[in-house]
């Protein structure tokens, strides 16, 4: 059973910087791609940043430049370093991985960002 476990959420002030981490029950190398989605509170949830196996990226145009995607295999997790953030990043934070013709969810990390 592939399992994803979210951590690194919570409440941050506006300008500020956060972590999150997805780590994955087998190694992330052995997913054709990962990503990070959100849902806020009334929206549907959206991408915000993928990398696949090879490690091409792809963002949001409402990330782009402040948010980092990444992938430690040896530790089995990817990351989302997300850099000046905004009061509109508050959202449920999502890790999904794609194995073996399925899709993965983690249960999601909840980001506040707030003065």
């Known amino acids: 059973q592939v399992q994803l476990v979210e951590s690194g959420g919570g409440l941050v002030q506006p300008g500020g910087s956060l972590r999150l981490s997805c780590v994955a029950s087998?190694?992330?190398?052995?997913?054709?791609?990962m990503a990070w989605y959100r849902q806020a509170p009334g929206k549907e949830r959206e991408l915000v940043a993928s990398?696949?196996?090879?490690?091409?990226?792809n963002y949001a145009d409402s990330v782009k430049g402040r948010f980092t995607i990444s992938r430690d295999n040896a530790k089995n997790t990817v990351y989302l370093q997300m850099n000046s953030l905004k009061p509109e990043d508050t959202a449920v934070y999502y890790c999904?991985?794609?194995?073996?013709?399925?899709?993965?969810w983690g249960q999601g990390t909840q980001l506040t960002v707030s003065s």
């Open positions: 999904k991985g794609y194995y073996s013709s399925s899709y993965y």
């Open positions: 087998i190694s992330t190398f052995r997913f054709n791609a």
């Open positions: 990398i696949t196996r090879g490690g091409s990226t």
